[in-house]
């Protein structure tokens, strides 16, 4: 697992979906999504790319027809909108080699293989701040 620190409004972003709470209006993860679907798009996956100066960097990958657009954005925003989106979120090996904690789940594997929707729901439901360990930047 990667030590991602998320700001509140992205976490309370992340956690209403996995709820599967609605809002009247469209926030701002929703918009995004809507844009992807309306200019007839999808986000076929994200990538968290690297780690520089404790900041992590991730990638949209966005496919429409032929064309491929990778889109530069923060971690916290790519999984929300994977979330909404239902597309898969990687890293690479090095990155997990560099950065990763131990989830603490026996036989717990690493690597590329996604987790479902469901399953993802069901472990961020069952994290414990102490996970995550103590913070040093």
Do not use: C
Not at 18 to 26: D, I, M, N, T, Y
Not at 61 to 80: F, N
Request: no cysteine; glycine share 8%.
């Amino acid at each position: 697992m990667l030590p991602i620190w998320i700001g509140p409004a992205e976490a309370s972003a992340i956690a209403m979906e996995l709820a599967g709470v609605k809002f009247a209006r469209p926030l701002t993860h929703d918009l995004l999504k809507q844009v992807i679907l309306g200019l007839g798009a999808d986000l076929r996956k994200v990538i968290i790319t690297q780690v520089k100066d404790n900041t992590y960097y991730a990638e949209l990958h966005i496919y429409r027809g032929d064309a491929v657009i990778q889109v530069d954005a923060r971690p916290s925003d790519s999984i929300a909108v994977a979330l909404r989106l239902k597309a898969p979120i990687f890293t690479t090996e090095n990155l997990l080699a560099l950065t990763s904690v131990e989830t603490g789940e026996p036989g717990a594997e690493t690597g590329p293989t996604p987790l479902g929707p469901d399953e993802l729901k069901s472990y961020l439901q069952n994290l414990d701040p102490e996970d995550f360990g103590k913070f040093t930047p």
